[in-house]
């Protein structure tokens, strides 16, 4: 695929997100923010059997942040919790296929860094070592 379609793939997810919206009965939940460009995401989790079951979201911001978030929903749906909560931002980035700048990167993975978040919290989940014992998602 050339980069028009990845594109147009991102619009896409923008422009009709997928599980967007609550999801009642949550087993996880945090929530992150990017105050510099106003990116927010709330996610929410379902858990079954130490796998993701379902995964929600809600939030406003960027194109890429929401987009992002809404291809995060379904790479991660009945992944199992530890694989979920390992992965690297890369694998975000490769769903989007997309060049982007340093600060559009914070955009993109600002969904992946609160889901680790969440399932740190529900599930005791490592989170990356380089956040130290930072228990939310707020990048500067």
Known sequence: MDDDLYRENLMDHYRHPRHHGA???AD???EGQNPLCGDQVTVMVRLEDGRIGE???TGHGCAVSQAATSMLTELVAGMPVEEAAALPSQAILDEL??????MRVKCAVLGLGTLKVAL???AGTPLPA???????IVWS
């Open 130 to 136: 380089e956040w130290g014992d930072a228990d939310e």
């Open 55 to 57: 995964m929600r979201f």
């Open 28 to 30: 996880a939940e945090a």
């Open 120 to 122: 740190h919290r529900a």
């Open 97 to 102: 296929a997309i060049p982007l700048s340093a």
């Open 23 to 25: 999801l009642e009965g």
